[in-house]
């Protein structure tokens, strides 16, 4: 089968349609939703398992034969452990992190300077 512009530009549109109609489904039944006992259960449990599969994750990403890069990405993470112990905020955390990682392992801060 040949491709050709209507079956493309169908192939997206059903794609499209697809990804808007899922975004938009918890803001439809929102109120139906609203006191839920399993979303409050999510609620405060899925940012803690997210952030251990992302720590699994990168953990494993890590090639203990550089160990420039290693240490640099092992630095991060204990940036972003002891920013988010400090003032428990994700967000802060992520960004110190990355940026401690993303500083050593381009060469320290004299790089940038």
Request: hydrophobic fraction near 60%.
């Amino acid at each position: 089968m040949a491709l050709n512009a209507p079956y493309i530009a169908l192939a997206i549109g059903c794609a499209a349609v697809i990804t808007f109609a899922l975004r938009a489904l918890p803001f439809a039944i929102r109120e139906a939703i609203k006191d839920s006992p399993l979303l409050a259960h999510l609620n405060a449990w899925m940012p803690l398992g997210v952030t251990a599969i992302l720590v699994v994750y990168c953990r494993r990403m890590i090639d203990l034969h550089d160990t420039a890069l290693a240490s640099a990405k092992l630095a991060g993470i204990a940036a972003t452990v002891a920013v988010h112990l400090w003032r428990g905020n994700p967000f802060l955390s992520l960004v110190v992190g990355t940026g401690v990682c993303v500083v050593l392992a381009n060469g320290g801060l004299a790089h940038f300077l």
